[in-house]
Each structure stands twice: as structure tokens, then as C-alpha cells.
């Protein structure tokens, strides 16, 4: 298989895993918030496994454009949309890590401390909004690689 390929196939498969995680991450931690301590989840675990999946996907997106980038001359040899999204991507990983992660951390910190439900739901309406901010990143990150060429 065309190296070229191959990095493009796997930088678009990590940017859909990754891109696919922010979907409805609002609503989650709404629905995180209103289900009480005596249900399933347990927050540790939720916030383990959602993490490190977050984190390994955005990750594997930067490791794959950067390998894509290789494939196509260097960080040198391409066009000012793609430093543009490039930049736009660390931003977000930055976003997702930090007031994301501790946003969810606090959740989960405050719900099993037992917070009043409307605290709670203010921090998941807070972690909505970065949600909703990380989307709209991603909308201008897609479209500046989509249209490189304009």
C-alpha cells in the first residue's frame, strides 16, 4: 500500500474516533450528573476509560498527521490551512486535557461527595460548553483540510 495512503487513511480514522467523542458530550455529563450514586457507574471507572480513550485518540490524530505531513514534503511544504489546523488541533487536545478532563473530574469528585444536584448539573452544563467550543474547532480544523487548496 502507497505510504501516502495509508497515513491519510489512518490520520481520518483516529479524526473520527476523536471528533466522534465529542458528540453529545454535553449530555453526558448531564446524564452523568442526574444518576444517582446507588446506579452503576462508577465514576473512577467512567472517567478512566473515557479518558484514556480520549487522550490516545487525539493523540494518534496529531502522531498521524504529523506522519501524513512526512509523507507530503514536511511541516515546510504545506499550505498555511494545514499549520492552520494543525494549530487548531493542539488547541483542542489542550482543551480536551484541561478544563474538559478537570471538568469531569470535578464532576465525579462532586457527585460522589454527595453535592447538591444543581451544582452538579452547573458543572456538566460548564463541561457542555467546552464540548460545544472543542465542536466548533473542529468544524474550522476540518474545513481549513478540506479546502487547503483555495
Known sequence: MDPYLAARFVHILFAALWFGLTIGGGQ????FAREGLDQRTDP???LLKNGILGAFAGFA??????????????????PTPIHVGAYLAIVMFVIGALPI???????AR??????????????ARRIGLWERALQLLWISTLATMVFRHI
Request: proline content about 0%.
Open 110 to 123: 462532586s457527585r460522589s461527595n454527595g453535592v447538591a444536584q444543581t451544582e452538579l448539573e452547573a458543572i
Open 28 to 31: 453526558k455529563a448531564l446524564l
Open 101 to 107: 478532563s478537570m471538568g469531569w473530574k470535578k464532576l
Open 61 to 78: 490524530t496529531l502522531a498521524a498527521g504529523t506522519w501524513l505531513m512526512s509523507q507530503t514534503g514536511g511541516w515546510e511544504d504545506q
Open 44 to 46: 473512577k471507572t467512567f
